[in-house]
């Protein structure tokens, strides 16, 4: 069975330690669990606006990409890095929060409009639809004029945990999208069902 054709994985978030913790950065928590667990790391690259770095992951190597230049701004860097290794749209992964999804769940699918996500909608206008999106669930505030506020907050501890238990999921899981491909890695995310808390 083929696996999926990546060279490029791309987590969104905003820089800096006052937002390291925020739900909108959940793309980023990914691709630093993913780092870790291969035994690579990041290192500011100034030219391209990011951390970058480089693992191997089921004997496939990839780059790491994390922008710093913002979330709205997010597209400029995942083009230049693009055009200089010459990585096409279809062979990057982009992982993101998702308002449309619990915490606690993620998912996987190609291609497809922002959905309102400013950092999406920015990587769009640089690259066009075609990429992957792994999305990372954190839930909505209940009214689109409490989302800017939402994702730049720190979610409850409960919350947190869920987001958190998804993404580890989702990086254990990641060898199997290199080896036998998407299909097999959604049925395996997909399977997982939501986590239900009891009321206190």
């Known amino acids: 069975m083929a696996g999926m ?21 959940a793309g980023f928590w990914f691709v630093d669990e993913l780092a870790r667990r291969h035994d690579g790391w990041l290192k500011p690259e100034h030219r391209y606006s990011a951390d970058a770095g480089r693992i191997t992951v089921a004997g496939v190597a990839l780059w790491l990409l994390k922008p710093t230049s913002y979330m709205n701004r997010s597209g400029l860097s995942v083009r230049a890095f693009c055009d200089y290794l010459q990585v096409p749209s279809g062979q990057v992964l982009v992982v993101h929060d998702e308002l449309d999804l619990p ?25 066009g639809e075609d990429f992957w999106r792994l999305r990372i669930g954190i839930g909505h505030p209940g009214h689109r004029d409490d989302v800017i506020d939402y994702v730049l907050e720190r979610a409850s501890a409960v919350e947190e945990r869920l987001m958190r238990e998804a993404i580890e999921l989702a990086v254990a899981e990641f060898p199997r999208l290199l080896t036998e491909g998407a299909e097999q890695m959604m049925n395996r995310l997909h399977a997982k069902p939501p986590e239900q808390e009891t009321p206190g």
């Open 103 to 127: 915490p606690g769940v993620a998912r996987l699918k190609q291609g497809g409009g922002a959905g309102g996500h400013n950092g999406l909608k920015d990587v769009i206008s640089h690259i």
């Open 5 to 25: 054709p990546l060279q490029l994985v791309v987590g969104l978030g905003n820089p800096g330690p006052e937002h390291a913790a925020t739900r909108h950065n």
